[in-house]
């Protein structure tokens, strides 16, 4: 599912252009770690956006904006009730998961929880594209799978001639929603590209914070 223009254009500056410049301002040679949000944290965040009362000045601002710009653009189509999101982000190529700066295909499974069975799915998972503003990319293109795969213990199943793609080019204030169980990954930036960052959520429906204890 696309959602372009998630963010009003009059809460662009406060909330994207803030957001990605948060983001971006160490020189963060991989991405940070997995934030946790919970549903509650997010309506009251949600509530500033509105009233422009929230001001996104570091990198928990930020991943906490884009957040809750997300989950209020996607809780009508999201199943049940829904407690919290791992969130984080990735600012392309810096915080690639390989040489030619690309994001391969993976699986989102309980990525905070991984003391936890490997068998854990978040219900849905999504990304806004906060940066940059001003220009396509011929690269940096999310790639989702149309069939999902049986299992995250063994990976994402290797590419098979027979398999459909949705693919969606990056777009400033884009917000993109799929299923986690279908493999994606993101195809590497063009030189002339620059950067590309984004933030994703992965969707919860119960606090595992509260239900599971981590190992001594």
Do not use: K
Not at 56 to 73: E, I, N, Q
Not at 187 to 202: E, Y
């Amino acid at each position: 599912m696309v959602l372009d223009d998630v963010v009003a254009p009059h809460l662009e500056a406060a909330v994207l252009d803030a957001s990605c410049a948060a983001l971006r301002a160490p020189a963060r040679e991989q991405a940070d770690p997995i934030t946790v949000y919970a549903w509650h944290d997010l309506v009251a965040t949600q509530l500033e956006l509105q009233a422009a009362q929230a001001v996104v000045a570091d990198r928990d601002g930020a991943l906490r904006a884009c957040a809750a710009v997300l989950a209020a653009a996607f809780d009508p189509y999201l199943p049940g009730t829904w407690w919290g999101v791992e969130v984080w982000h990735h600012d392309l190529p810096r915080t690639a998961r390989s040489a030619d700066g690309s994001l391969p295909l993976h699986l989102d499974v309980n990525e905070t929880f991984s003391h936890l069975p490997a068998d854990l799915w978040p219900v849905w998972s999504a990304t806004l594209y906060i940066g940059p503003r001003d220009r396509a990319l011929q690269g940096g293109t999310l790639e989702v799978r149309g069939h999902p795969d049986t299992s995250p213990l063994d990976g994402p199943a290797p590419r098979q001639p027979g398999d459909t793609w949705l693919r969606v080019p990056y777009r400033y204030n884009r917000g993109v929603g799929f299923c986690p169980r279908r493999a994606h990954g993101v195809t590497r930036l063009a030189a002339s590209d620059g950067f590309r960052c984004s933030v994703t959520v992965n969707v919860w429906t119960e606090d595992l914070r509260g239900v599971h204890t981590a190992p001594a």
